[in-house]
Nanobody, 121 residues
Framework: QVQLVESGGGLAQAGGSLGLSCAAS????????LGWFRQAPGKEREFVAA???????LYADSVKGRFTISRNNAKNTVYMEMNSLNPEDTAVYYC???????????????WGQGTQVTVSS
């Protein structure tokens, strides 16, 4: 059974940093694009970042230069370091995996349960 489990969410101060991790259940994910989405209350789910099996990285314009995505295939884990956080980053963050690189949710087949990130001003 495949599973994605996020960790690292919590409360951060504006201007601070927070790191998220997502552990995948199987070796299969090493060949998948791994990404992060977020959803704030009353808002649509929004693409944040993704990293393909070939190392191609995509960022949403809203986080470019502030967030860094990386992966460790041996550990089946994707990471996202979030720096210079602001209250607009407050959302539930979801880890996702899919066979193709994409910036919309339709490209991803597997999803984590989500982890809350709250940024105070």
């Amino acid at each position: 059974q495949v599973q994605l489990v996020e960790s690292g969410g919590g409360l951060a101060q504006a201007g601070g940093s927070l790191g998220l991790s997502c552990a995948a259940s199987g070796r299969t994910f090493s060949s998948y694009t791994l990404g992060w989405f977020r959803q704030a209350p009353g808002k649509e789910r929004e693409f944040v970042a993704a990293i393909s099996r070939s190392g191609t990285i995509l960022y949403a314009d809203s986080v470019k230069g502030r967030f860094t995505i990386s992966r460790n295939n041996a550990k089946n884990t994707v990471y996202m370091e979030m720096n210079s956080l602001n209250p607009e980053d407050t959302a539930v963050y979801y880890c996702a995996a899919g066979p193709f690189v994409g910036t919309t949710s339709e490209y991803y087949d597997y999803w984590g349960q989500g982890t809350q990130v709250t940024v105070s001003s």
